[in-house]
């Protein structure tokens, strides 16, 4: 069974792949937003690994 706090993580990772992937798609992306939203996906892809 899957705790919240599994599934708020879940949640967060997701919508910052959609960010990410929106930011991508616009004519002229801004690199440093891009860099700061994946190293955010990365921190809770790590701590989704730790539970």
């Known amino acids: 069974m899957e705790s919240p706090h599994v599934s708020a993580?879940?949640?967060k990772h997701q919508?910052?792949?959609?960010k990410i992937r929106a930011?991508?798609?616009?004519?002229?992306p801004d690199e440093g937003a891009i860099?700061?939203?994946?190293?955010?996906k990365l921190r809770i892809k790590e701590e989704l690994s730790q539970l």
């Open 9 to 11: 993580l879940q949640l």
């Open 15 to 18: 919508g910052l792949e959609q």
């Open 23 to 28: 930011e991508m798609s616009r004519p002229s």
């Open 35 to 40: 860099q700061f939203l994946k190293k955010q």
